[in-house]
Structures are given as structure tokens and as C-alpha cells.
């Protein structure tokens, strides 16, 4: 079945977000927080995130589905990080499993160059080596492990670092890239 990413829309795309934030924050590990997220606070997420000029990729089918999304943000608030940007994935439980995060995961990573970024960070629960696996295989690296951060669904949860590092930005300066 052919998919398409694309930019995702605010008013479009919020109530599928927030029913597949809300599937991973109440059925899983791949999110630390216990509530579940309310569409305005979806919607105002999004908006935040499209002022920022930071990208919210949505991959959809052919009859217009939202398998998943992935997006990033800044990695840390201090200046000398503005370079380094964190990024999330997320897939409709119905399209896990089936090679989605990749394609997805990879347009992620042509934005981030496009906006001449430099290392791409992922933060996954240890127990995801489905995320850990495919982080791999497109060139991340595990940077280390924060053990026993996180206490969620009874038990305690370790926290995985990867890291890709990017060929940009080309001239790297303290005032930053123009985006």
C-alpha cells in the first residue's frame, strides 16, 4: 500500500495525535507520563510546534490514514546546545511492526539536515528494542543508559540515549543557522 509524509495539520491531524499519544502514554512505556493528553493540548502542541518551525511529519495511507507521526524540538534550552534537536516517533498500534518507522524516522532526519542541525538525540525506554533496533539501523548509536529514571505501570524504567550525528550545519557559528 503506497504512504505518503507530509507536514501535519493542526485542525486535521489533532484528534488522531492525541489518540495515539494517548494509546502510547496509557498501553506503554515509549512515553513517561500517566495522563492521558486532551486535544487542546494536542492542538496547542502543534501550533507550538509550526511556530517554532520545527516539523510535525505525519505518514499516511493511501486512503488517508495517519499510521504515525514523528517530530523533534530542542534537545536542551541553553544556547550551546542549538545545534542538537530530540526526536519522537509514535505509530498507530495497528502499524507497528511493519517497517513504518523507518521511512518516517528517515524523513526526520532529511528535515533536520534541510534545517542545519547537527545531532539528532533519541531518549527510548530501554525495553523498546523495537525502537532501539531501527534507531540502529539507520546509523544512531547508544550514548547510554540512565537506569531506573522513570517508574511507570509498577516498576522501574531505564532510559536509552542514541545518537546520529549529521554532516550539518557546513559553518557552524555561536548566532546560530537562519531557519
Known sequence: MPMQIQPCDAERDAPRIQAIF????EQTTALYEYQPRSLEQVQTWLLQKKADRLPVLGLYSAADTLQGFASYGPFRPWPA???TVEHSIYLHPQ?????????LLSALIQAAEAQQYHVM????DASNQAS?????????QCVGRLKQVGYKFGRWLDLDFYQLQLMTPIEPTEAGPVR
Open 81 to 83: 546546545f542549538q545545534y
Open 132 to 140: 532501539c533496533a531501527l534507531h540502529q539501523r539507520l546509523g544512531f
Open 95 to 103: 502499524a507497528q511492526g511493519k517497517g513504518l518507522g523507518r521511512p
Open 22 to 25: 494517548n494509546h502510547a502514554i
Open 121 to 124: 538525540m533519541a531518549a527510548i
